[in-house]
């Protein structure tokens, strides 16, 4: 077997002390580990004046939003929701899904992430719109989990919404169906506790169970769902999930910012994780996601994007500088989370917190990495590769990106993508929505 010796000036392992040498890749895509030089017969690929780094791993996002960017920003939650989500969102068809994937995969490994979760819920009576978004990673070689929500609230758009036996068997048929690609992945997501009924949220926590998956919902973004969780049930919304005997290592809590202290205990007791969606939050006016206190109770904690029109951008870095800034701000303490924790959560903790063998450049893994210029203004001066990589630098200094060692970004341009005509496309969406009464 062919191994590819990627030779560059810095490598950061998982212990975020650079290395000069070389990485060792296998034609599987598997890393072979990080040696000081490359063995005879290796085929040598080198970086000059460069570092590489583990690819980025967002938890949480929904693609198709990348659409309705700037229809309902500067708002507050529900009237985003109204004028963006449920006007523009609710009636996408396949061709319109697989445009909003490519624009936010595309950005995605244009700024270094190489595995994303998407969050898919415009499902519209079928499977088509979810062929679209894997189509979109397929096409480009991102690295995708499509969390396949389940949501049967009466109150969101018909298009979100199907019957707890149509999201069990979609969910088993396009599992089966994309089985055997190494890239793409389905887990569950009942929506939310307002968006899934309690039986759909068993059956999504069911399928976990069977698929030895993990199991997404949104839970606490703003404060009124907590309230509607103490009307609804007279406790928290993490103590119902816990009372219903939801709540478990498989589970994927994402935002989880309106919690009490008993409901963040039980999150750590039972092994559960948190999708901490920073830039989104503060772009929504959400709340602040108790991030240390997770850390602290050795909670797993992943970072995510969110959608395209809650962010609006699509960097899991930008989401480890949000993540540090707003821990920052939130505790009036510069010490309160460093880059070296932000980075770690958006490489390793979304790794961890998705079951894949990603994030990390250590032996047996897979090869999802950036090739980052040092010499780049915003990587100037290097005197601490990974504060420079969270706090200063910018999407100019990813020169190529790989994925399962198989290269898809190179001088700055996404291989697989004809940005033209996708810019293209999105231009003429944009004149039919704005024509559209
Ligand atoms: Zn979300």
């Known amino acids: 077997m062919v191994v590819h010796a990627h030779r560059s000036e810095a490598i950061l392992g998982p212990d975020l002390v650079p290395v000069s040498g070389v990485l060792r890749v296998d034609d599987s895509g598997v890393i072979r580990g990080i040696a000081p030089h490359p063995e005879p017969g290796d085929e040598i690929i080198d970086h000059p004046d460069c570092a590489l780094i583990p690819g980025g791993v967002n938890v949480h996002n929904h693609s198709f939003q990348a659409l309705l960017r700037g229809l309902g920003d500067d708002l507050p939650f529900l009237e985003w929701r109204a004028r963006g989500l449920y006007r523009y969102g609710a009636h996408l068809g396949p061709d319109e899904v697989y445009l909003g994937a490519l624009l936010a995969f595309a950005e995605m490994l244009r700024s270094g992430t190489t595995t994303v979760c998407d969050f898919f819920y415009v499902h519209a009576d079928g499977l088509d719109n979810d062929r679209a978004v894997l189509r979109a990673a397929k096409d480009l070689g991102i690295r995708c989990v499509l969390a396949r929500t389940m949501y049967d609230w009466d109150g969101a758009p018909v298009s979100f919404r199907e019957t707890i036996d149509d999201a069990v068997t979609r969910s088993q048929q396009l599992r089966s169906e994309i089985a055997d690609d190494p890239l793409l992945n389905l ?17 999504g926590v069911a399928l976990a169970k069977d698929w030895h998956s993990p199991c997404h919902t949104h839970i606490a973004e ?28 498989r589970s994927v809590l994402v935002h989880a910012i309106w919690l009490e202290k008993n409901e963040l205990d039980a999150i750590a007791k039972a092994g559960a994780s948190i999708a901490h969606c920073p830039a989104s939050n503060m772009f929504l006016g959400d709340g602040v996601t108790p991030v240390n206190a997770y850390l602290n109770r050795g909670v797993t904690v992943g970072l995510g994007t969110d959608g395209g029109c809650t962010n609006s951008r699509h960097s899991v870095y930008d989401e480890a500088r949000s993540c540090s800034m707003l821990a920052k701000v939130d505790a009036c303490d510069g010490a309160a989370l460093s880059a070296e924790t932000a980075f770690t959560l958006a490489t390793i903790g979304g790794a961890d917190l998705l079951q894949l063998p990603t994030g990390r450049l250590e032996a047996g893994y897979q090869a999802d990495f950036s090739v980052i210029r040092l010499d780049d203004l915003s990587m100037q001066p290097v005197h601490n590769l990974a504060k420079n990589i969270v706090h200063s630098m910018t999407e100019r200094a990813i020169a190529e990106v790989y994925v399962a060692g198989r290269r898809v970004v190179a001088d700055g341009h996404v291989l697989h993508l004809d940005a033209h005509w996708l810019s293209l496309e999105l231009k003429a969406l944009a004149g039919r929505w704005r024509a559209a009464p």
């Open 187 to 203: 887990q569950p997501a009942p929506h939310s506790l307002h968006g899934a009924s309690s039986p759909m949220i068993e059956a």
């Open 222 to 249: 703003e404060s009124y769902q907590r309230q509607e969780a103490l009307d609804q049930w007279g406790i928290g919304p993490v103590e119902h999930l816990e009372h219903q005997g939801w709540l478990n290592e």
